[in-house]
């Protein structure tokens, strides 16, 4: 199979048997498929109402089947989540971390796991920016609201062809695939007309498998499946190489979120929606005491949460700014990765706080808040959020210098 311009719209095959081979679509994205508008650039911060509405509505269930419902997928995509960082010559927004930061949250408040794929939907747009020209007019030609999902750790190998790759691979956590438009995933590739080395290949829907692996007890909706790819050939402008992510400058885009080291938005992208998780787990456990007796210690440890995810709210946020305001020196990229991972610590810690609070109340099966409790527990053991590495291998080595 090969890919290429004629973007391939139909629904991603699941299990292990290999992907039909759909028809293809006019050129330039599956968002034209969808009829989206080509609008000019708003610099709007996505308008999260609408989603944080549905994902509340839809939240429980989701968890029960695993899955957003199309409705939620919907919204992601109609609220602006997608087109947040595509540039405005496609009619993206060309929007600010902060902005995005702060729509994340009160959709996190409603479910975790909605807020998970919308940023994730936000920031894989971000990383495709580092496409060619040709890869930017194939996804948001027809507009901007082309929905991906990203394999960030390499797995899979591609091997040189006339005019791009062959491609194979399989891609384990990939949030948000089964409602994706395009996967981008990473893969070791060997010297041909390019560098050998680690390249990102932007792949359509119909042209991978998701086997249906994601069984976790937290982020249940979050779909977080494997995608399959067997040999399908990858076409030179839908690739990029992997270093040009980490150094922030971008050799094909000058949209100036486009331009920022991969350091300093990998844990942003995963925490601000644990922040609002832990703020909606803070909500559940405060209705289920209201108006009961309590003890004491239970009054001072909600007390204690709230605390600390107003200070792990503020760190996020303060990193979303510093972003946008290009403070890109090592010591300031370190910072970023440490309030992450030092928010995450913060919100989990928050959160098992909440639900000793509850009492067993809480942990009944129908209770959002032992919801929020997985999802918090499930979501802070990403590895971008990780406090050693980010705390003893990269913050303290700007902090204190080289071991003697």
Same mark, same amino acid.
């Given at each position: ?68 419902? #199309? ?5 992601? #995509? *109609? ?5 947040? $960082?595509?540039?405005?010559? $496609? ?5 600010? $971390? ?6 994340? %949250? ?10 998970? /794929? ?11 920016? =580092? ?38 691979? /399989? ?14 995933? /990473? ?49 030179? =402008? ?46 559940? /456990? ?50 970023? *990765? @440490? ?14 706080? %909440? ?26 053991? =990403? ?8 705390? @003893? ?12």
């Amino acid at each position: 199979m090969s890919v290429g311009r004629g973007v391939l719209d139909a629904p991603a095959a699941t299990g292990t048997e290999p992907a039909p081979e759909p028809a293809a679509v006019p050129a330039a994205g599956a968002a034209a498929a969808r009829g989206a508008a080509s609008l000019p650039g708003t610099g709007q911060a996505p308008a999260a109402g609408r989603l944080r509405a549905l994902a509340a509505l839809h939240a429980a269930e989701a968890d029960t089947r695993r899955g957003l419902a #199309r409705e939620v997928t919907d919204a992601i #995509r *109609e609220d602006g989540f997608a087109r947040h $960082f595509v540039a405005a010559r $496609f009619g993206g927004a060309e929007g600010t $971390f902060e902005d995005l930061t702060r729509a994340v %949250l009160p959709v996190g408040e409603s479910c975790a796991a909605t807020a998970w /794929c919308a940023s994730l939907a936000a920031y894989a747009a971000r990383l495709a920016s =580092h496409l060619p020209e040709e890869g930017h007019q194939e996804l948001w030609g027809a507009g901007p609201d082309t929905l991906l999902a990203t394999g960030l750790m390499p797995a899979g190998r591609a091997r040189p062809a006339d005019g791009g790759w062959r491609v194979t691979g /399989c891609w384990a956590y990939v949030s948000g695939i089964a409602f994706a438009d395009w996967a981008v995933v /990473c893969a070791a590739a060997a010297g041909g007309d390019e560098p050998a080395g680690l390249r990102f290949f932007a792949v359509p829907r119909g042209a991978y498998t998701v086997r249906e692996t994601w069984d976790s007890v937290g982020m249940r909706a979050t779909g977080s499946h494997t995608v399959v790819v067997d040999d399908v050939f990858v076409p030179r =402008h839908l690739s990029f190489e992997r270093a040009a992510t980490l150094t922030g400058r971008n050799p094909t885009s000058r949209v100036a979120s486009h331009n920022v080291p991969f350091r300093g938005v990998g844990g942003l992208t995963f925490v601000a929606p644990v922040v609002g998780a832990a703020a909606g787990a803070l909500a559940a /456990c405060a209705a289920t005491l209201t108006g009961r007796r309590r003890s004491p210690t239970a009054e001072l440890d909600v007390v204690r949460a709230s605390g600390r995810i107003d200070a792990a709210r503020h760190l996020v946020e303060e990193s979303a700014r510093a972003l946008d305001r290009r403070l890109f020196a090592p010591r300031e990229l370190a910072r970023n *990765e @440490r309030n992450a991972a030092f928010a995450a610590e913060t919100l989990r810690e928050a959160v098992t706080l %909440l639900v000793g609070a509850a009492g067993t109340s809480g942990l009944g099966e129908g209770h959002s808040l032992q919801r929020f409790w997985r999802d918090v527990t499930s979501a802070t053991s =990403h590895v971008a959020l990780q406090y050693d590495t980010a705390a @003893r291998e990269n913050y303290a080595a700007v902090l204190l210098g080289p071991k003697n």
